[in-house]
């Protein structure tokens, strides 16, 4: 049995209270013939009838999340990476995929839309009239994310200028521009970027820091390579860098944008929301029935 | 008037001939003539009637028929207050008082409704701040009260919409309710841009008459270029539409040399100035209520689709699919008959000012 909630309630179905239809029991379920149409042909070794759009992936993923099919949800999901069902949009459209992944509790749904809304700023234009379909906190949990992720940018960022003898910075040190500035703290001189380098990566920071929420982040991680050549040619007498950089420059900017790749990755979403999401599911008035023919619990079982 | 084992305080006002209690949810009870109750609430008339013709009607203090709400004793309190010859006690937060309207809609007390509302302006402490104002406007469209949401909508265009200031306030108010609130704007300034240039081109209906600016406008009617400036400015920020903004446009005016060159706007009369804030202001505000707010608890979330964000952006379509569902129609109450039909009482979008 796929669902243990459809084992429940075929076993707690009794012959005089269940309605039938041609001597076959009959249950009613909230969901429309074509999800359902969609949903069965995922239980059967039969060919999987496709969602037409990814908003109908998201339906199906919801009903199994409510009967409890744990693997027909994972083999859907998987039939979204492989391309075989409708996938997620890259673009404005990723604001309601969110939304609506939220109100239906889809976590990694949710994130990968987040996250691509990452690219796209967040305004009053861009939403219009999608802005309905964020329920309860959706919105301010969204904004509060895209503050995590650009907040964990700066962090990241910041950390290239902090010099470690492990950091990816320190292939940097030793620059003869920046030996006669000895720190008064007592650091040696080995210990000082290239003032380039600390210009390149302050200007990258406070860029960051002077955006907002609503800004789009598309683009901040291929400009890492402009401003890295911008800031470079700056120095261009310099042969200790231009020797480090011919070596090492390009791994170096490929690092960065490594890391600022994993900063993002490392940003959750907030979990408040399963709060809210229980209790809908307790308060939710009944839906609205579509009646259907069950199959005859033998074939169910074999399922 | 009322009994419970914690008293609330301002229970002061006592009645002869109480014939009836009302119990709170929170086990206040208050004892009140049935007659001004039925007279005043058509929906607790049947609310009333109802328990009355129950075989098994309960009883409270003194044998009198009891019927139990489910307000708190605070709100039923104050509510009592505004129907009862008494001084009006409204509730100190903004949160009970639309709590209050909300209780007055829903029992169709129309009358009630209108001395609350007098009372709210009286005091004028709904709209003090953004944050209040955004807050009143969520409720109010939680609540369906048209009149409000509409007011705070208002009182919103003086501030700047864009989801970077609201920020943290972003989950005071549904997605849908603030879509409504940004839309609401957008169609204010739009007419408000549009009227304005009516305005400057008229010459400010006339206001400026005497007023020879040193620096007009080349075309006729020669309006002062800091006025024409200034006009237009508010337009694409209604919250210019300040008497502090319009004044410091002048004095910045008559600084820069309107003083030297002899310019009339250095002169200017008190008079000139109060008649061009009047036609101004007439202006500003009947652009303000020539849109009507939403009431999002009327909108059919079947028709929202994540398609919606693609079709906007291509088109850059604002308009409901039923704009005529919206605009000018203002729907008050929706009560409960005595059939126990809802019928919404649609009437004229009211204009909170003369």
Redesign the interface.
């Known amino acids: 049995m796929v669902s243990p909630f459809f084992a429940d309630r075929l076993s707690l179905l009794q012959p005089s209270d269940s309605e039938s239809v041609n001597g076959l029991p009959m249950v009613q379920l909230s969901e429309g013939a074509e999800l359902l149409n969609s949903l069965v042909s995922m239980l059967y070794p039969v060919r999987a009838v496709k969602p037409t759009s990814y908003d109908k992936v998201l339906d199906l993923l919801d009903a199994c999340q409510k009967y409890d099919m744990v693997q027909v949800q994972f083999s859907i999901r998987e039939k979204v990476k492989w391309r075989v069902f409708p996938t997620p949009s890259w673009g404005i459209e990723c604001f309601g995929e969110y939304a609506i992944a939220r109100s239906k509790g889809l976590i990694p749904e949710m994130e990968e839309a987040a996250r691509k809304t990452l690219c796209i700023p967040m305004t009053f234009e861009i939403l219009g009239e999608g802005l309905r379909l964020f329920k309860g906190s959706a919105l301010c949990d969204l904004a509060q994310f895209r503050k995590r992720c650009r907040n964990n940018l700066v962090t990241c960022l910041e950390s290239f200028l902090d010099v470690h003898a492990s950091g990816p910075s320190s292939i940097w040190l030793g620059c003869p521009d920046v030996v006669p500035n000895r720190s008064p703290l007592g650091s040696s001189p080995q210990d000082v970027l290239p003032n380039w380098l600390c210009q390149f990566l302050s200007q990258m920071t406070n860029n960051l820091k002077l955006s907002g929420f609503t800004d789009s982040l598309a683009g901040f991680s291929p400009k890492v390579n402009e401003e890295y050549l911008t800031a470079f040619r700056s120095h261009a007498g310099c042969n200790f860098c231009s020797g480090v950089d011919s070596v090492k420059g390009s791994t170096f900017r490929l690092e960065i944008r490594r890391k600022l790749n994993q900063a993002l990755d490392k940003v959750p979403i907030s979990l408040l929301f399963w709060v809210s999401k229980h209790l809908m599911i307790h308060l939710a008035p009944p839906p609205r029935y579509a009646v259907v023919r069950a199959q005859p619990r033998d074939k169910l079982t074999q399922a | 008037m009322h009994t419970s084992d914690e008293p609330l305080a301002n229970f002061l006002f006592e009645f002869r001939g109480a014939d009836l209690i009302l119990r709170s949810h929170d086990s206040h009870h208050f004892r009140v003539p049935k007659s001004y109750i039925v007279n005043s609430s058509p929906v607790l008339d049947e609310l009333i009637q109802d328990a009355l013709d129950a075989p098994d009607a309960a009883l409270g203090d003194a044998q009198l028929p009891l019927v139990q709400l489910p307000e708190s004793g605070e709100i039923l309190h104050s509510l009592l207050t505004f129907i009862f010859p008494v001084t009006p006690i409204l509730p100190s937060t903004p949160e009970e008082i639309m709590e209050l309207l909300s209780v007055a809609n829903k029992y169709r007390m129309v009358s009630v409704m209108g001395h609350i509302r007098n009372s709210i302006d009286r005091k004028d402490i709904l709209f003090p701040q953004r944050d209040t104002t955004l807050l009143v406007y969520s409720l109010a469209q939680t609540y369906g009260l048209r009149l409000e949401a509409l007011r705070a909508a208002m009182n919103m265009v003086k501030y700047p919409?864009?989801?970077?200031d609201l920020?943290?306030k972003?989950?005071m108010t549904?997605?849908?309710s603030?879509?409504e609130l940004?839309r609401y704007q957008e169609k204010v300034r739009d007419i408000l841009a549009s009227k304005l240039k009516k305005f400057r081109t008229s010459g400010a209906h006339g206001t400026l008459a005497g007023l020879h600016c040193a620096e007009s406008s080349s075309s006729e009617p020669h309006i002062p270029r800091w006025l024409d400036v200034y006009i237009k400015s508010i337009g694409k920020d209604p919250n210019l539409f300040d008497l502090v903004e319009f004044n410091i446009a002048l004095v910045r005016h008559v600084r820069d040399g309107a003083r030297s060159n002899g310019c009339a706007c250095a002169s200017i009369t008190s008079e000139t100035i109060h008649n061009i804030w009047q036609a101004l202001g007439s202006v500003y505000r009947t652009s303000l209520v020539k849109v009507c707010v939403v009431d999002?608890t009327k909108?059919s979330?079947s028709q929202?689709?994540?398609?919606?964000?693609?079709s906007?952006?291509r088109t850059g379509a604002?308009e409901f699919s039923t704009p005529s569902q919206f605009d000018h129609v203002s729907t008050q109450t929706f009560g409960h008959t005595r059939r126990g039909h809802y019928h919404p009482i649609i009437r004229p979008c009211q204009l909170p000012y003369p």
Request: glycine share 12%; aromatic share 12%.
């Open positions: 919409m864009d989801m970077e920020d943290d972003l989950d549904s997605g849908a603030l879509y940004w999002v909108l979330m929202v689709s994540p398609g919606m964000f693609g906007i952006s604002r």
